[in-house]
């Protein structure tokens, strides 16, 4: 149930555990996830809401160079991944990766708790919500031809009446320096119900007033569409 990918991170201890190519990781944001973590996960296949990683153009990691966990245990576990910046990346800005894609790119907190059993728990019922996190950048934003190595680690788990949380934290370093780190990452699962009556900041762009003096600088940068 694994493959080796085209690159390994010097992050990631040599051949830990399952490694997965960028079509393997479409599996994981659209297709069946048993086919990539084996019978165990067959139960969830048929669920329509499950934990999964997005679909392309929002799945940044190109591949998983390795995985310490074991499976569906609801344990601790560790995954690292790795994303390249490219010259035709759609997200380029002047040729740096914007700072919200530079987090998001870490995204694979979503794979590990998928791989540690989350979906066999919630059983189609409970959707993956970020909570909260502290973060830091060490560095001047990535560039064309970085390679970004994460290494996110699930730390524990809580109940909270019938919400599953899960505690993380991740760093992301290209060619070995400190880039990004996120401490006192929180997720939960939430059903539908919870989600429509949490409070919150919450935006309905439908009714918001607009403003006719507001201001609409030019942009400093020529941008196409």
């Not at 990691?61 to 499976?71: C, K, N, W």
């Not at 730390?155 to 599953?164: E, L």
């Amino acid at each position: 149930h694994s493959s080796t990918s085209h690159r390994v991170s010097a992050h990631a201890p040599k051949a830990v555990g399952l490694t997965l190519n960028r079509e393997q990781l479409k599996i994981h944001s659209s297709g069946r996830i048993s086919e990539i973590y084996g019978p165990q996960f067959r139960a969830q296949d048929s669920y329509e809401l499950q934990c999964r990683m997005p679909e392309p153009p929002l799945l940044l990691a190109d591949r998983v160079t390795g995985l310490a966990a074991e499976p569906a245990t609801m344990k601790t576990g560790t995954i690292w991944t790795e994303t390249d910046v490219q010259a035709d990346s759609w997200y380029l800005h002047c040729d740096r990766m914007p700072a919200g894609v530079l987090i998001e790119s870490g995204q694979a907190d979503l794979m590990l708790i998928s791989y540690l059993g989350i979906d066999l728990l919630t059983q189609g019922e409970r959707a993956y919500r970020l909570l909260g996190c502290e973060l830091m950048y060490h560095d001047d934003l990535p560039k064309v031809g970085d390679t970004l190595c994460y290494d996110i680690h699930v730390d524990g788990h809580a109940k909270h009446g019938d919400v599953r949380l899960f505690f993380f934290h991740y760093d992301c370093r290209i060619a070995g320096k400190a880039m990004l780190s996120v401490r006192q990452g929180q997720a939960g699962f939430f059903s539908e119900k919870e989600l429509k009556d949490s409070a919150g900041i919450l935006w309905t762009p439908e009714t918001q007033k607009l403003r006719e003096d507001a201001c609409l600088d030019a942009p400093a940068h020529p941008f196409g569409k």
